[in-house]
């Protein structure tokens, strides 16, 4: 009896730890949550969910095709970590019609991106992620991402949609100008490599840097006052722009860091604040009935 007493007392006593035992970490991949840890999840993350948008595209002689899809989604979990939330899986469906032309390139047409990204948003709300930040890792979506904010005000939505601009202190300004060596860039470039550098060193063929050109062709530069979409083909047809010959993982490891500490201060502001929220409800609620707007 006093056996079965001591053996009861032992079960008691494991399972009072094993009830007690802290709960494990929550991953901040969307893709590796469980159905009841994604339900946690949203409520730790306030609804705060980060949607890194990359693109399948020629990075030069000597990058991988999914340069931008690494970069934002470092500095997307890297802030993260700094505030939790929840990050969306791989995204490459963007706009990159300038670089049909190169191997590789994955470009949906107009319609398709623009179904793609507001049905995730929909998704996404749907699903209580009703904060989305968007985290952009590829220069030519730029344009259609703003648009697409704006678009969000055409009718009422149910979550906000904020596009993440970095922008870098006077204090890591004076860092990277130290760090870096070539004056011009913007694709593939001294800054984009030493971002490969730190992140996934193993995918840079810095070697191979310097067997295309990289310059401003200016084939256009005799047409003033325009605006074309070849504009991009003009100046730089090997989609390569700028001088990756020299690069360092130190200047990469800077500029993902200090864009991850932006994003996380983005992240930490929205998960208290409704202020856009309760503004576009405002907007909403105006724009059904204008002639009632204060005047
Ligand atoms: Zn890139």
Request: aromatic content about 10%.
């Amino acid at each position: 009896m006093r056996n079965l007493i001591a053996i009861c007392l032992l079960i008691c006593f494991f399972n009072v730890t094993a009830q007690t035992k802290p709960e494990s970490k929550l991953s901040c991949s969307y893709d590796e949550l469980t159905a009841p840890d994604f339900v946690k999840a949203v409520k730790q993350s306030s609804g705060v969910c980060l949607l890194p948008l990359g693109i399948l595209e020629k990075h030069g002689p000597h990058l991988p095709l999914g340069t931008d899809i690494f970069e934002c989604r470092k500095i997307a979990f890297t802030a993260a970590e700094q505030e939790y939330c929840v990050v969306f899986p791989t995204y490459y469906a963007g706009q990159i019609n300038e670089a049909k032309h190169q191997p590789g390139t994955i470009a949906y047409s107009p319609d398709l991106l623009w179904k793609m990204l507001q049905e995730t948003c929909e998704e996404l709300s749907r699903n209580g992620l009703k904060k989305i930040i968007i985290v952009n890792g590829h220069g030519g979506n730029n344009d259609f991402l703003r648009y697409f904010c704006m678009s969000q005000l055409n009718s009422p939505k149910d979550y906000v949609l904020v596009f993440f601009q970095p922008n870098e202190s006077q204090d890591v300004l004076k860092k990277i100008e130290a760090l870096r060596q070539t004056k011009t860039g913007g694709h593939a470039d001294e800054m984009e490599t030493s971002m490969m550098r730190f992140i996934r060193p193993d995918l840079v063929k810095s070697e191979l840097a310097g067997t295309q050109s990289g310059e401003n062709q200016k084939r256009l530069a005799d047409v003033p006052f325009q605006y074309t979409g070849i504009w991009w083909y003009a100046q730089y047809p090997n989609h390569y722009a700028g001088d990756a010959t020299k690069s360092s993982a130190e200047l990469g490891k800077l500029i993902v860091e200090s864009d991850a500490v932006q994003l996380a201060q983005l992240i930490k502001k929205l998960k208290s604040s409704n202020k856009i929220e309760e503004l576009q409800n405002q907007f909403y609620k105006e724009s059904s009935n204008p002639l009632n707007t204060k005047q």
